[in-house]
């Protein structure tokens, strides 16, 4: 247990740091795109490159990372029926009143500014291995029937191309690249290695200063002046977990890809909901507002999710 909390007390340090430093105009909110593109055209790469290929690819290796694949689709696919149960049956919310993306919301995970750095801090490089798994299965949901949850009640109209591009980030290039040279064998020459590796160590402290940054320039006021917003927000934290832990607790795969799946649904609203959102003509408002109040809550869920998990399974 003093492990995993020295593991996470660091990370939630950083991000209550990059809220003050917005709050006093230290770190602006002019300055949020340039932090955001250095992480996600940068230092997440390489955190991707470095972690991935410090892996040697042998057949346990390729038969978790082929069941992280399966794992990681049927993980949406479940929830994208779940979450119409919920806000349409449970909570009653009509499409006219942002059903499809409250679905959204309670359907994608925040793997990149959280579970990333998270992650790697609490269990290390082999669930941080299958964590960019789940990452890629979440780019191409939401870029799919994400698309087609988030228009729930409307006709779906797309761009194509716009949608393609978004898939095609420079996280997915390092990830496909990283997998080729598994497959290969071909390792990057030390000097190369070690420089992708201190870049990449940046993420986790930048990527916190982000989310703090985020959380900063919040309105909470509004935020939690919508009852369904947080009713919706706290349920997804909670049951998402546990509905994932209950699903994979008797699936004979190994205890790392339970770990895996299981404190991937932990994480947060996805950041990609609010472009999404903004894409289809739809609240990004609302979808920011998720993402600012889940990552509020996973403060709390996070740490006792990790904990639990910990005493469960290692």
């Known amino acids: 247990m003093y492990t995993i909390i020295s593991n996470i007390l660091p990370v939630f340090f950083i991000i209550a740091i990059g809220f003050f430093a917005n709050r006093k105009g230290i770190l602006p909110n002019a300055a949020n795109k340039y932090l955001v593109d250095l992480v996600m055209l940068v230092t997440c790469p390489c955190l991707i490159l470095s972690c991935m290929l410090d892996q040697e ?8 990372t082929i069941w992280m694949f399966v794992g990681s689709a049927a993980f949406f696919g479940v929830f994208y029926f779940i979450s119409k149960l919920f806000i349409l ?32 801090a609490i269990f290390g490089e082999e669930i941080f291995f299958y964590m960019v798994i789940l990452q890629i299965m979440l780019i191409v949901y939401v870029y799919s029937l994400g698309i087609v949850q988030v228009n729930y009640g409307s006709p779906r109209v797309s761009d194509m191309k716009g949608m393609l591009r978004a898939m095609m980030n420079a996280c997915t290039g390092a990830t496909l690249l990283s997998v080729i040279l598994l497959l290969l064998g071909i390792r990057l020459p030390e000097v190369i290695f070690q420089t992708v590796d201190l870049v990449g160590s940046a993420t986790t402290p ?15 006021r509004q935020v939690f002046g919508n009852k369904t917003l947080v009713s919706v927000t706290t349920v997804k934290m909670i049951s998402v977990p546990i509905l994932t832990f209950l699903l994979v607790r008797w699936i004979p795969i190994d205890i790392s890809l339970k770990i895996a799946l299981v404190f991937g649904a932990a994480f ?47």
């Open 89 to 120: 049956k449970i909570m009653k919310i009509p499409a006219e009143q942002d059903a499809g993306v409250y679905m959204l919301m309670y359907t994608t995970v925040n793997n990149g500014f959280i579970g990333f750095p998270v992650t790697l």
């Open 206 to 220: 930048v990527s916190m200063l982000v989310v703090g940054m985020q959380l900063g320039n919040s309105n909470f």
């Open 268 to 314: 947060p609203v996805s950041v990609s909901a609010v472009p999404i959102s903004s894409m289809e003509g739809k609240n990004a408002v609302l979808a920011a507002e998720g993402v600012a109040l889940s990552t509020l809550l996973s403060m709390v869920t996070l740490p006792i999710a990790a904990l639990l998990l910990t005493a469960f399974y290692l």
């Open 57 to 64: 690819m042998n057949p346990a290796l390729m038969e978790n």
